[in-house]
């Protein structure tokens, strides 16, 4: 899997099912092959599509996002706040 665009199938299938059900769970396997792929800028760039196209608070994927990718705490803004 490429993240060359967020836009490909397989990253916008993992941005709806955040969407639709606030976790990662289904899309595990994906993360084990590509995790230590992406650059710090594509983490970046899809921590970045799925705050702004899943539709849920980032307190509902945040902590998950971040045990897949534990080095984009660092890289990544402060959690919003509701």
Known sequence: MSIN?????QWQ?????????????FVHDKFDRITSTL????????????????GRHEEEWRDEFLSLFP???????DPLTY
């Open 5 to 9: 665009t967020i836009k490909d199938p």
């Open 39 to 54: 650059s710090d800028e594509q983490v970046v760039a899809f921590y970045q599509a799925i705050l702004e196209g899943s």
């Open 71 to 77: 080095a984009a705490e660092v890289l990544i803004p």
């Open 13 to 25: 299938e993992i941005i709806r099912y955040v969407g639709k059900h606030g976790e990662f769970s």
